[in-house]
């Protein structure tokens, strides 16, 4: 398997991946799951790896009785704080040294970047966590940005906290039923449509204008 098509099949079949960690790591996997959400989160490389997905799917191992629910929600949640944190200090390091030395981007730019986070900053942030590949970006372009610290910890902790609890516990939920658990594969497919249409729509709009 190449490392192109990797990426892309753990993403369409993440209920297979995780049920095979599952059986070769056991309880292993908890560190596993910490690492992907922390990494796709933390590190502006990693846009691609999956996070709503594979945080329903632990959900619904969880419900089959392969994770303890209440510990894999504060162990997800704590992944996804320190992901956006290390993100954003990574961002508020380096953004000056990328905007100074990098002829892409101008000076002018890094001041809107500024005069955006300032206002809008709290609201981009919690909201991202529910947009793949923007929730990677976001809390870099925060620390670049040099948004407030504290007021970007707020969003972070409060979005992190919201984003993780939705799919693990809806994940917990319907994954006592019989239909979802029969038929994992759909509903993988039916989460990363609905979390990329916001993606989509929003480029069909600027297309249109």
Not at 35 to 41: D, G, H, V
Not at 138 to 160: C, E, H, T, W
Request: no cysteine; glycine share 8%; charged share 10%.
């Amino acid at each position: 398997m190449n490392a192109l098509y990797f990426p892309i099949d753990f993403i369409l079949h993440v209920d297979q991946y995780l049920g095979s960690f599952i059986q070769s790591y056991g309880s292993l996997t908890y560190l596993l799951l910490f690492l992907i959400i922390f990494a796709e989160t933390g590190l502006v490389i990693t846009p691609f790896l999956p996070g709503d997905s594979l945080i329903f799917m632990a959900g619904t191992f969880a419900a089959a009785g392969f994770f303890n629910v209440l510990f894999l929600f504060i162990l997800l949640v704590l992944a996804a704080i320190l992901g956006d944190t290390v993100n954003y200090w990574i961002g508020n390091y380096f953004g000056v040294k990328i905007f100074s030395k990098n002829i892409l981007f101008r000076p002018e730019y890094l001041e809107r970047t500024k005069e955006f986070y300032a206002k809008y900053g709290g609201k981009t942030v919690f909201i991202a966590r529910f947009v793949p590949i923007i929730r990677t970006f976001a809390p870099f372009v925060a620390g670049v940005g040099k948004m407030d610290y504290r007021r970007f910890l707020i969003f972070n902790i409060s979005g992190a906290v919201i984003w993780v609890g939705f799919f693990v516990f809806t994940g917990y939920f319907f994954g006592q039923i019989p239909f979802v658990q029969k038929n994992l594969n759909i509903i993988v497919y039916l989460i990363i449509l609905l979390s990329i249409s916001p993606i989509i729509i929003e480029y069909l709009r600027h297309r249109k204008h």
